[in-house]
């Protein structure tokens, strides 16, 4: 069975009975030569699925990327499973290894702060929350390092068109850090891709917007409803197979 993520008719990850890919869309407006292209990021994959990318960031001439700035003790905790798992000699893969400041291209990151992510994390997450995620995240990680293949890490990457009836459960109860980590965040990103669109729309250029596959939605969905965009082409890049 395939698993599919769509915006705008288009899918953005693709797990399949092979391997997991990821679709490169490219944004266009009939009035302006503006380009906007979405990289869908996972934060594992294969060393050739981060250069693929990086190959066609050359292209641009404006990279708008993911990341918090500074530290935080939050991103090291809901980071911690996937950099663990890069480590796993059997899964071969490796953390998202994207270079972006040695392209020579400009990149701005319209993300939270350590320290904004770090407080808000604090005051605005219930402490049963806090308190079951701690061990969660390690307990995945043992988990997917002991028994846990590309395969079955491709069901936990994938994106649903649908979610099913657990994932609404799940969401609906961590509510509040899926506000903090997700839907606040993509606020900020649309907010940075919306001035970019009416400062330069005008200019034939390429904008890459290189995020989280599941910021994508939100902005595809702005692209198209408020700004005017089509998605007019798209690319998979395999992130890595089952082999």
């Known amino acids: 069975m395939v698993k599919y993520a ?3 008719a288009m899918q953005i990850i693709e797990a399949s009975v092979i391997g997991v890919r ?12 503006m380009q ?5 990021m996972l934060h594992l994959g294969t060393r050739g ?8 960031l050359g292209d641009c001439q404006l990279v708008v990327a993911e990341g918090i700035r500074g530290r935080s003790g939050t991103t090291s905790l809901l980071t911690m499973s996937y950099r663990l798992l890069g480590r796993s000699r059997r899964l071969g893969l490796v953390v998202q290894e994207l270079h972006l400041d040695t392209l020579g291209i400009p990149v701005t990151r319209p993300d939270m702060t350590g320290k904004e992510l770090d407080s808000r994390w604090r005051k605005e997450v219930s402490r049963l929350h806090r308190l079951l995620v701690i061990p969660a995240v390690p ?4 988990f997917m390092l002991l028994l846990g293949t590309r395969r079955v890490l491709g069901r936990y990457l994938a994106l649903d068109d649908l979610p099913t009836r657990e994932q ?15 839907h606040d965040r993509d606020v900020l990103l649309i907010d940075a891709l919306t001035s970019i669109h009416e400062e330069r729309c005008t200019e ?24 005017g965009y089509q998605a007019r082409s798209a690319e998979w890049l395999t992130v890595f197979d089952y082999s």
Request: charged share 20%; aromatic share 10%.
């Open 204 to 227: 034939a250029i390429k904008v890459a917007v290189v995020y989280g596959a599941g910021h994508m939605p939100a902005v595809a969905a702005v692209l198209v409803g408020r700004l």
């Open 139 to 142: 307990v995945f990680a043992v």
């Open 6 to 8: 769509s915006i705008c």
């Open 168 to 182: 609404e459960m799940v969401e609906g109860a961590f509510e509040d850090i899926e506000k903090i980590i997700v």
């Open 49 to 56: 699925f981060y250069k693929a990318v990086a190959a066609r």
């Open 22 to 33: 990821s679709a490169v869309i490219t944004f266009r407006r009939p009035e302006t030569p």
């Open 36 to 40: 906007i292209v979405l990289f869908p």
